[in-house]
C-alpha cells in the first residue's frame, strides 16, 4: 500500500517546470542527471536508431533506463508517453509503430512540449502530437491505448497510485506497459521525501 | 511500484534484471546518487475481460 507522501503538489510540480525548462533550453548546462547522446549510449538505445535524429530531437533526453529493452512497439499500435519531454522516446515509438500507428505524449512543461513538437516536424513524422497535462490526471480517452510508455517520469510525483489508475484507465483490455523509472537501494528519510528540492535535484 | 501496479489490476509484473546506474558521475551533485538511485525498466499487463 502507497503511504501518502506528504508535498505541496503545486509547488513541486512548478519547480519541476523550472527544471524540465532549463533541460529543454540550455541542455548543454549540465544536470544531476546525465543527457543527450552519451545518455542513449549509456541506456543501450541502438546506434542506428539514435545517430540519424537531429541533435535536437536527443540532447534533451534525460531518461533513467531503457523501456524497449523488452521489445519494440508493433506496427499500428496506439502509444501514450507520460512525460514526453522534447520527444526523442515519442519518436522512436512513433518509428517503430509506422504510417498506421499513432503516438500521443502528454507533458506539463511548455519548453518541453513545444520543443517536442518542433522535433516532430524535424523528423518529418506525422504520427505523433503532444498535449498539456499531468501524469495523475491524462489527457487521453478511456481504453483508448495498446501501450503506455513512460521513462523516468513516475517518481516525480507524490501520488504514484493516482498515476497507475490513469495507466490502468487508459490502456485497452490486453494493453500493456512498458516503462523504466528509478529505483534506491537504500532508505530515503521522510524528511528528504517532504523536502521539494530533492525531488528535483 | 509492483503492488501499485497490482492493485490497479495490471498482472504479468516484470522487471529487468539489468539495472542503470544513471546518477553516478552526473555534472552536477544529486541525492538521487546518495541513496543509491538506479533505472530499471518494466512491464505490465492489462488483462482482457
Known sequence: MAVPINVDMQALRSAIQDEYAEVATTPEKGFHFH????LARLLGYPAEVTDPLPEPVIESFAGVANPFIFGELQPGETVVEIGSGAGFDAVLAAQQVGAT????????TPAMLAKAR???????????????????????NDASADVVISNGVINLSPDKAAV??????????????????IVVTRAVPEAAKEN???WTG | MQAMMQAVGLVDVEFSSKRWDTFSDAPSAS???????????FRAVKPRR
Open chain 2, 31 to 41: 541525492s538521487a546518487a546518495a541513496f543509491g538511485t538506479q533505472g530499471v525498466a
Open chain 1, 196 to 198: 521539494i528540492d530533492l
Open chain 1, 164 to 181: 497507475f489508475r490513469e495507466i490502468a484507465r487508459v490502456l485497452k483490455p490486453g494493453g500493456r506497459v512498458q516503462m523504466a523509472d
Open chain 1, 118 to 140: 518542433a522535433n516532430v516536424g524535424r523528423v518529418g513524422l506525422i504520427n505523433v502530437e503532444f498535449r498539456r497535462g499531468y501524469m495523475e490526471e491524462l489527457p487521453i
Open chain 1, 35 to 38: 543527457t543527450g547522446r552519451p
Open chain 1, 101 to 108: 500507428g499513432r503516438v500521443i505524449g502528454v507533458d506539463m
